[in-house]
């Protein structure tokens, strides 16, 4: 799937809390074992977002513009103290704790407040290594 032009707010979220653990469960290795047989989940790469976080799915899975759509990894931030982080950052790594897959992507802002203040903090994490 490709998305392309002003989308607003889209994120990809685990199921809510409520849910029982067994259903939680079957969901994690339903899309587990889905994303494994794919080449590619989605391309944002042409999209604008008010707020993107997709870590329900693989983040080297999406297509994404690396100017604004920045991919994390979990191995970078695994043992990493996130109160050293810009708090924007430290939100979307805070994302691997509900996620199954070792990588997501986080959208900066385009069409809404913070842009580049939420740029700034994350073209400094790409400076640090810690995002691509």
Same mark, same amino acid.
């Given at each position: 799937?490709? *998305? ?6 889209? *994120? ?14 079957? &969901? ?20 604008? &977002? ?50 199954? &897959?070792?990588? *997501? ?5 385009? *069409? ?9 903090? &994350? ?10």
């Amino acid at each position: 799937m490709t *998305l392309s032009g002003r989308i607003g707010q889209l *994120l990809t979220t685990p199921p809510h809390p409520s849910v029982p653990a067994p259903v939680k469960q079957g &969901f994690r290795e339903s899309a587990e074992a889905f994303y494994r047989d794919v080449d590619w989940a989605l391309d944002i790469a042409a999209a604008q &977002f008010k707020d993107g976080s997709l870590y329900m799915m693989p983040g080297d899975k999406i297509g994404r513009d690396p100017a604004t759509q920045f991919l994390l990894r979990r191995k970078t931030f695994e043992g990493m103290d996130r109160r050293d982080l810009p708090a924007i950052v430290a939100a979307h790594a805070g994302r691997f704790e509900s996620t199954p &897959f070792d990588s *997501l992507v986080a959208a900066v802002s385009t *069409l809404g407040a913070n842009e580049e203040h939420h740029l700034a903090d &994350f073209e400094a994490a790409r400076a640090a290594g810690l995002v691509e």
